[in-house]
């Protein structure tokens, strides 16, 4: 029996553009309060939790009987266990409100442990997401293998969560942030500039203004790499509508089940491994086992790439789209 090179595309790992019905996470710190109950429906924008902002592990003793008196003051916090007599509590005075990015419906809510919530839309999954939540309309400021210099940014971009292709900077990041964007959705992003939006949104958590929510959704990972065209087309597609970003799992969510979302092809392939990364082309089939640097025999694909030449890569290192 003759196999074909449409069924050998199966054997290629896959690749899913977009899901639906993903929970999303948001932990709770012991102070938080959890403004939702399990069941209940929530709608983007709509606050479900408390966040205790600088809160202090407290030592009290533990009343013999009720002592409070009409009038009296009692610490507000939350009780996390008795220790010798005392009670060991966190409490504080200033909490934050934590709003939904997305309408769904809340499957878990735990003090001091988190809420999870099943969304109504659908998703696009990244690698990591640091900060956020966050919402705002998206907006496609580069190309697949572009990248967004600080110089690129004006006010006008304020609100919205910018596709700014294979790479940023530090630089930037702490730009469009300081201008009221409210995201970044970016195929790689160095561990350098990784660690100094860490370090700007530490500073950030504990100035004592703070600025709008603001994330990163990386989709790929730190090595510079351009867009997936067939992702870089169902964002287009989205430019314009609300979107949101969430860090666990790190995604980005929006609702558009009365839009067509551009179909991949079905031949179209994208190498992620070794010296042609991020390189996409159609597939021809497979062609046996070849050897590869560091002397290892793979089982290896044929790929005609967008310049017209074919190359044997290793079918690990493919991927198709769905």
Request: no cysteine; hydrophobic share 45%; glycine share 14%.
């Amino acid at each position: 029996m003759t196999t074909t090179a449409e069924d050998e595309i199966r054997l290629v790992a896959v690749h899913r553009l977009v899901e639906s019905g993903v929970e999303i996470a948001f932990p709770l710190a012991p102070g938080d309060r959890p403004l939702v109950e399990v069941g209940e429906s929530v709608t983007a924008g709509a606050p479900i939790a408390e966040q205790l902002r600088n809160g202090a592990l407290q030592d009290q003793p533990v009343p013999a009987g009720p002592d409070t008196r009409p009038g009296g003051r009692v610490q507000a916090g939350e009780l996390l266990f008795e220790w010798r007599g005392r009670w060991r509590t966190v409490g504080g005075d200033v909490w934050e409100s934590i709003e939904s990015p997305v309408a769904g419906t809340v499957r878990e809510a735990t003090p001091g442990s988190g809420i999870v919530i099943t969304t109504a839309g659908q998703a696009i999954r990244g690698i990591v997401a640091l900060g956020g939540p966050t919402r705002g309309r998206l907006h496609v400021a580069a190309g697949a293998d572009g990248e967004l210099r600080a110089g690129g940014l004006d006010v006008g971009l304020a609100g919205t969560i910018l596709v700014v292709g294979s790479r940023i900077d530090a630089e930037t990041l702490t730009r469009a942030r300081a201008m009221g964007i409210r995201g970044i959705v970016v195929a790689g992003l160095a561990s350098k500039a990784r660690r100094d939006y860490l370090a700007s949104e530490a500073r950030q958590r504990a100035a004592l203004h703070r600025l709008p929510p603001f994330a990163v959704l990386v989709l790929d990972g730190a090595m510079r790499r351009p867009l997936a065209s067939p992702l870089l087309d169902v964002l287009a597609a989205l430019e314009g509508r609300e979107v949101a970003i969430v860090g666990d799992p790190p995604a980005l969510l929006f609702d558009a089940w009365d839009l067509e979302l551009p179909a991949p092809a079905r031949d179209l392939v994208r190498i992620r491994g070794g010296d042609l990364i991020g390189r996409e082309g159609r597939w021809l089939g497979l062609v046996g086992q070849r050897r590869f640097p560091g002397g290892i025999h793979l089982e290896a694909a044929s790929v005609r790439l967008r310049d017209g030449s074919v190359v044997a890569v290793s079918l690990g290192d493919v991927e198709r789209f769905v």
